[in-house]
């Protein structure tokens, strides 16, 4: 039973609460304290999201009133992440933490493969410490203040101050340390007001503020992009023809408004030669799980708090929801909600929305919108596809001699011409029965028109003129793009000066303007990186560390770091660098010996074999591998030839 266990502060951590209970009870070794907690030899300190709080709870006294959910949703960094996590995979993270699996908490939120990582140490607000010690006599970790992205304290607006105590310490993986060990006499550092990075900061600090206390919403992926397609297609900048996000466009945008040192500084840098960077995945590509940093930098830059925006409810589609009316006259089903699916295009003159509707009787018709009135989706601005079921009808009144163009007009919805263009289109016989004029006699709009054979030179200058004006005004724009600002005078030029134009358009541009990525140069670039990660690895004076391929490559710094996990098939040279420089578990075990020697020698000790083979953490079947049994006793060996004495406990000292 847990009966000394402390009641929570207000945003508490829960390293921070375990950490002030190893304090209370001064248990004699950290795993102690472990076992104590969570009832098992199988548990270690975990900074942000613990597992097997269903036996921490399980032992706190039956009156306590914690449960597994108060510590999730108020002690540790889950809330954070939540909003932006699918329902079902938000279900799993919250199993994992009440039960004994926790192995599988970072890959579920995409830590593990992802860029943004947390703090490498603890840290504080100087201010928040004076207070805490004010308020409750002792000051604690504040789960704020350990969010990556967060590098300044909302409530008094200063920078965060880094602790000594590691938030992944593999090698005291039982300890807790509390912020009263921890603390440190710091000066606060404000933030400049007229700063505007500064202020950048301290908006993202309040954004994560409020998820962490206040945002108990799951949208889901699918509704989070609706709502980022939403916002961003109010800009008639950032989107085509066909409601697709102008990725380049809106690229640009983001950079202009957020600087390059602070998408740097919170780990969300934008790499133009990457196609499918983080920003365009958000808008393009629902099915993707990503950090809640970026979702609050696109949030922020589309014009909204987090609170706003999880607020803000969906703005209904131009045309309504299904069903739409058919508005064939002479169908079945017509004025009925027939119609299951609308295409929505935007208009590149004014950016108005225009609807396709097509129903099963083949009649297809467009709407340009938004409907403003329930009567709006019973009119239509143009048929794009009469149909097989209109034309039968249309071929069966034309052989009525009974009947007038006008009558057969109003019978079909049309007007007379357009049953005159339709017949004509469907080679139907003229004149009529009842007539002797053709069709282009009764009307004359029917007649091809005919193209001059050529224009007049001061009308081709001047068009030139307007052309070189554009292009001018509208320096970097693609064909495309300035063909829609201006179609007459690009249709003039096409027909009556086509050369001169074709000499004076944009270069076209391809892959989408994102420009080609020099993978050659990569390579060269990041082999040369890998071979000194590895030299640093070696060199190291702590514990060795295993120099795999894996751990060279979360050793490198970004973008190497991200070019070597995700594209290594792109880089043979790095590839073939990694193959060599990765040791092998024999190559490991011998520098390991190694570094045992060292240690003891710096302690002036001479080991028995047991002792080397227990620094060095030897299993047993590595011991038995050659390599390491040479190592071994080169070792002892090296030992040897150094005068010993034994000291008063029984060790060996060198003595030299």
């Given amino acids: 039973?847990?009966?000394?266990?402390?009641?929570?502060?207000?945003?508490?951590?829960?390293?921070?609460?375990?950490?002030?209970?190893?304090?209370?009870?001064?248990?004699?070794?950290?795993?102690?304290?472990?076992?104590?907690?969570?009832?098992?030899?199988?548990?270690?300190?975990?900074?942000?999201?613990?597992?097997?709080?269903?036996?921490?709870?399980?032992?706190?006294?039956?009156?306590?009133?914690?449960?597994?959910?108060?510590?999730?949703?108020?002690?540790?960094?889950?809330?954070?992440?939540?909003?932006?996590?699918?329902?079902?995979?938000?279900?799993?993270?919250?199993?994992?933490?009440?039960?004994?699996?926790?192995?599988?908490?970072?890959?579920?939120?995409?830590?593990?493969?992802?860029?943004?990582?947390?703090?490498?140490?603890?840290?504080?607000?100087?201010?928040?410490?004076?207070?805490?010690?004010?308020?409750?006599?002792?000051?604690?970790?504040?789960?704020?203040?350990?969010?990556?992205?967060?590098?300044?304290?909302?409530?008094?607006?200063?920078?965060?101050?880094?602790?000594?105590?590691?938030?992944?310490?593999?090698?005291?993986?039982?300890?807790?340390?509390?912020?009263?060990?921890?603390?440190?006499?710091?000066?606060?550092?404000?933030?400049?007001?007229?700063?505007?990075?500064?202020?950048?900061?301290?908006?993202?600090?309040?954004?994560?503020?409020?998820?962490?206390?206040?945002?108990?919403?799951?949208?889901?992926?699918?509704?989070?992009?609706?709502?980022?397609?939403?916002?961003?297609?109010?800009?008639?900048?950032?989107?085509?023809?066909?409601?697709?996000?102008?990725?380049?466009?809106?690229?640009?945008?983001?950079?202009?408004?957020?600087?390059?040192?602070?998408?740097?500084?919170?780990?969300?840098?934008?790499?133009?030669?990457?196609?499918?960077?983080?920003?365009?995945?958000?808008?393009?590509?629902?099915?993707?799980?990503?950090?809640?940093?970026?979702?609050?930098?696109?949030?922020?830059?589309?014009?909204?708090?987090?609170?706003?925006?999880?607020?803000?409810?969906?703005?209904?589609?131009?045309?309504?929801?299904?069903?739409?009316?058919?508005?064939?006259?002479?169908?079945k089903h017509y004025k009925k909600l027939q119609v299951k699916e609308c295409q929505i295009t935007y208009n590149q003159q004014n950016y108005k929305p225009v609807g396709t509707f097509g129903c099963t009787c083949g009649f297809v018709y467009c709407r340009s919108g938004p409907d403003e009135s329930p009567e709006d989706c019973f009119r239509y601005s143009k048929v794009t596809f009469y149909g097989s079921v209109w034309e039968e009808s249309l071929k069966a009144l034309w052989e009525d001699s009974s009947l007038t163009l006008k009558q057969m007009g109003q019978h079909l919805g049309v007007d007379f011409k357009t049953v005159l263009r339709q017949a004509s289109r469907l080679q139907l016989n003229f004149p009529r029965s009842n007539t002797k004029a053709t069709a282009t006699e009764l009307c004359p709009s029917l007649k091809p028109r005919k193209k001059p054979l050529n224009l007049n030179q001061d009308v081709i200058q001047s068009s030139r003129k307007q052309w070189l004006k554009l292009m001018e005004a509208n320096p970097g724009m693609g064909r495309t793009r300035l063909r829609s600002k201006a179609p007459a005078l690009y249709g003039q030029l096409y027909n009556y000066d086509r050369k001169w134009l074709q000499e004076h358009l944009p270069s076209p541009k391809t892959n989408n303007g994102t420009p080609d990525v020099d993978w050659d140069s990569r390579d060269d670039q990041t082999m040369e990186t890998v071979k000194d990660v590895a030299q640093q690895l070696k060199q190291d004076f702590n514990r060795p560390i295993w120099i795999s391929r894996t751990a060279i490559a979360n050793s490198l710094a970004h973008p190497a770091s991200a070019w070597v996990k995700r594209h290594l098939k792109r880089l043979p040279k790095t590839a073939e660098v990694l193959a060599q420089l990765s040791e092998t578990r024999e190559e490991f075990a011998v520098r390991r010996v190694q570094w045992a020697v060292n240690c003891f020698r710096q302690e002036n000790i001479v080991p028995q074999r047991w002792q080397l083979v227990r620094r060095a953490g030897l299993r047993p079947e590595i011991r038995e591998l050659p390599l390491v049994q040479e190592a071994i006793a080169t070792a002892l060996d090296s030992f040897n030839l150094l005068g010993t004495v034994e000291d008063a406990e029984g060790k060996i000292k060198v003595t030299l």
């Fill in 1 to 331: 039973m847990l009966g000394c266990f402390p009641d929570p502060y207000p945003d508490e951590l829960f390293y921070s609460i375990c950490a002030r209970f190893q304090d209370r009870l001064q248990y004699p070794s950290q795993r102690s304290t472990v076992q104590d907690l969570f009832q098992t030899k199988n548990a270690i300190a975990i900074v942000d999201l613990p597992s097997k709080l269903n036996k921490l709870v399980a032992g706190l006294p039956p009156n306590s009133g914690y449960t597994v959910e108060y510590f999730i949703n108020n002690h540790t960094l889950l809330p954070f992440y939540r909003p932006f996590l699918p329902p079902e995979r938000l279900h799993l993270i919250q199993e994992d933490m009440g039960g004994d699996n926790g192995s599988k908490i970072h890959a579920r939120l995409g830590i593990v493969a992802g860029i943004i990582k947390i703090p490498d140490h603890l840290r504080f607000c100087p201010l928040c410490i004076q207070d805490d010690k004010k308020r409750f006599g002792e000051c604690y970790w504040h789960r704020l203040h350990q969010l990556p992205g967060v590098e300044v304290c909302p409530t008094h607006e200063v920078f965060l101050e880094n602790s000594s105590v590691l938030t992944q310490n593999r090698r005291r993986i039982y300890e807790f340390i509390s912020a009263e060990q921890a603390s440190q006499i710091v000066s606060p550092c404000p933030i400049d007001p007229l700063n505007p990075s500064h202020q950048i900061l301290l908006s993202i600090a309040r954004e994560v503020d409020w998820l962490l206390k206040h945002c108990h919403i799951v949208l889901g992926l699918e509704n989070l992009h609706k709502k980022y397609q939403s916002l961003a297609m109010r800009n008639p900048d950032w989107v085509t023809y066909a409601g697709r996000i102008r990725i380049q466009e809106l690229l640009k945008a983001f950079k202009n408004y957020y600087p390059l040192q602070i998408l740097d500084r919170v780990q969300c840098p934008l790499d133009e030669q990457i196609r499918d960077n983080w920003l365009a995945q958000l808008v393009r590509f629902p099915q993707r799980v990503h950090h809640p940093l970026r979702h609050l930098l696109l949030i922020k830059f589309l014009g909204h708090t987090a609170k706003e925006f999880f607020e803000l409810q969906e703005a209904p589609p131009p045309f309504g929801h299904a069903s739409w009316p058919c508005l064939n006259p002479v169908c």
